[in-house]
């Protein structure tokens, strides 16, 4: 901790001339020893005169105290209890102040607005220096550099304007002075990201988030989106399988989420081509590569990465896992859960297998693995819901029946026009019907082809989940579910983006960083919801289940002053607001001065 004790020996005293106006003095003194019977006493030796101490602590040096001690020259300080800190360590002591007393130095002027908006800006920040994601950031790049890419991800998620408006909305909001920049100065930050740098990032994010895990497992959700991609100059931008702007190229992003903080562990993106099977190993290495330890980690994924070979590359690197299996019509999970007398103790239709805690059939089959002279057991827990394969089916039973009806009553082959062939001509045949006679040559019609349908309606609504440390299949849908976090983020962050990525080249890696950034706090605050809703004696809840629902109501709360030599006055807080801030967002309440 960088005080004025490390730099000279001069005690420090705040003091108040006739007219209210507050200074500092430095001061040494001196034992004097007793002398003609008198009594000896502490007398002062040394006065000088320091600066004049500003309301926000701050405390500019004066000329002839730097002449006096130049060691104090080339950083700001700050006053409290009679001692004088550095820029840094008050910010470290106050991280709620610093910014507006900065952005006070800086900016105010006579023309400069009396409030700002101060609670969504407040939480968010408090929240990134409570889980140190700032001092990652510095560690990837240098302090001014990293506001800057804070500041633009507070703006995408409260702002979200474009980055012309940036200097508008940043004037009336909380904010660190060296995020205050103009457009050209935030592309010419972006500019300076690239790749290494947000892999830098992750490993300081990985490093320090182990202290929250105690080294024990952490259930890590796994999940990839694809990102249309304006910019012709991005080099890993490929055409794939585009859900829409089928016309333009994109990136595949893929994110790492540890489901007990719901802060991003890890993230990167890969060419557009990719499918989701092929790029998981890839991901593994990456991670591997930056320190992480994988069996640390149990990933938990949906069915689009679970493969044979990419299990069995976890079971090798001492991984876990919980992910969704594909039930392929070939494979020996459909002909189990399709069986016509399959034992009571494996049939999803049966009164054996119904769990009442999770109002749905299951049960569970035993794999075992040779791992490195060691038998691996790899549980596949299969699941049908009773409720919606009744809806399912009835529903599938009438799309058939209905094509059937268009079916025989057209005379040419127009009715597989219709949406709903799609769907139903899997389930139809067609046969002879003699109606004039046995010898005669008869009419051919369409008719459901009940096999498949029988078929299809025993495998209605049954999913299966492959882990290798989850036995149980009530625990192992529990985790599963809690992935919807991450896909539920996946959709605010393309919300965020627009759809589509617009930026060059040159600063794909800083915007992408940008939204990274902002992404993990808003999965934060959603995961610290959950946890809340069950627990039903804290009454409070994310506002219509809507995190920026929940920043708008913090974005009424504004800081005032009259002058712009007086501290900031933060409103009054209602017992609502200040459950947002302790419990959702949780972070301590903002101070009543600042």
Known sequence: MTTNRDLCHLNFLATADAKGNRYVRGYKNVWVPGKDGKRGGSRMSQQVYVGALQANGHVPLSEKFLEKFPQFAGTDWYYEKNTLYSADEFEKMHPEAVSVATSAEVQETEDAPSFKHFGATYGLRMMAHDSEMLESMEAACDKKTSEVIFGQALYNILGRGSASSFKDWAQDHYLHADACVSDQRVSEAFSRISSETLDTFFQERYERSLKTSGGQLRYCALDSTSISVTSGSVDHAEYGYAKQDKDLKQINLVAVMDQMTGELIYATEYNGSINDISSFTYICKKMKRLGMDLSQIVFVADRGYCSNFNQDYLLHN???????????????????????????????????????????????????????????????????????????????????????????????????????????????????????????????????????????????????????????????????????????????????????????????????????????????????????SAADDLP??????????????????????????????????????????????KVKTPPQKL
């Open 318 to 532: 001492g991984a876990s896992f919980v992910m969704g299996r594909k039930i392929d019509s070939r494979s020996s999970l459909y002909k189990l859960l399709t069986a016509e007398k399959p034992p009571s103790s494996k049939d999803l239709h049966s009164t054996v297998t119904i769990r009442p805690e999770i109002r749905m059939h299951a049960f569970t089959t035993i794999e075992k693995f040779r791992i490195d002279n060691q038998t691996v057991d790899v549980y596949t827990h299969l699941y049908r819901d009773p409720i919606r394969a009744v809806a399912e089916n009835m529903n599938r039973r009438e799309c058939v029946y209905n094509m059937v009806q268009r079916a025989n009553n057209c005379t040419d082959d127009s009715f597989k026009k219709h949406p709903d062939w799609r769907e139903a001509g899997a389930y139809m045949r067609r046969l002879e019907v003699k109606t004039n006679g046995e010898h005669q040559r008869g009419e051919m019609q369409w008719f459901p082809d009940n096999g498949k349908l029988l078929e299809a309606e025993r495998a209605a609504t049954c999913f299966a989940i492959s882990s290798n440390v989850q036995s149980d299949p009530i625990k192992a849908l529990q985790t599963y579910r809690a992935r919807n976090t991450i896909e539920v983020g996946f959709r605010i962050f393309k919300q965020d983006v627009d759809e589509r990525f617009h930026t060059s080249g040159c600063g794909y890696y800083g915007k992408l960083w940008c939204y990274l950034v902002a992404w993990s706090l808003l999965l934060m605050i959603r995961t610290n919801a959950l946890n809340i």
């Open 540 to 585: 409070v809840r994310l506002p219509h289940n809507s995190v920026p629902e929940l920043l708008s109501h913090l974005e009424t709360i504004h800081i005032s002053r009259r002058r712009a030599k007086d501290l900031w006055l933060v409103d009054k807080l209602t017992k609502q607001q200040r459950l947002y801030f302790t419990e959702l967002l």
